[in-house]
């Protein structure tokens, strides 16, 4: 694992967390500047801090989310320990042996074997 990345564990309980608030409706809705012509209020965000991290969580509001209909499946997880703001998402897989589990992009290798 890389030292300057949060743990996959721990994206992947941010990740369940704020998918649960955001379909409970207990986050702070904003109203995106892309990707939104009637400028509603509708996408999700959860900050919060845990161990050395600040966390900005929402879904995806890209061209391609929209257009293949992931705006509520992949999110976004922006990170920040002092040294620089990063990102990842976190989507449902849809192939292989992690077909229908969430994972974080780029680093399906440091799943645990529990994971599969």
């Not at 996408?43 to 995806?60: A, C, I, K, Q």
């Not at 209909?69 to 920040?80: A, L, P, Q, R």
Request: with cysteine; proline share 5%; aromatic share 6%.
């Amino acid at each position: 694992m890389d030292a300057s990345l949060p743990p996959v564990d721990l994206i992947l309980k941010l990740d369940a967390e704020y998918r649960s608030r955001a379909a409970a409706g207990t986050l702070k809705r904003i109203a995106p500047k892309k990707l939104n012509p009637e400028g509603k209020a509708w996408l999700p965000v959860m900050n919060t801090t845990r161990e050395r991290w600040r966390f900005t969580v929402l879904f995806s509001n890209t061209q391609r989310a929209h257009d293949l209909g992931k705006t509520t499946d992949w999110v976004v997880v922006y990170f920040d320990d002092g040294h620089g703001e990063q990102k990842c998402t976190v989507v449902t897989e849809h192939q292989g042996p992690r077909a229908g589990k969430r994972v974080v992009r780029g680093r399906e290798g440091e799943m645990r074997e529990s994971d599969d």
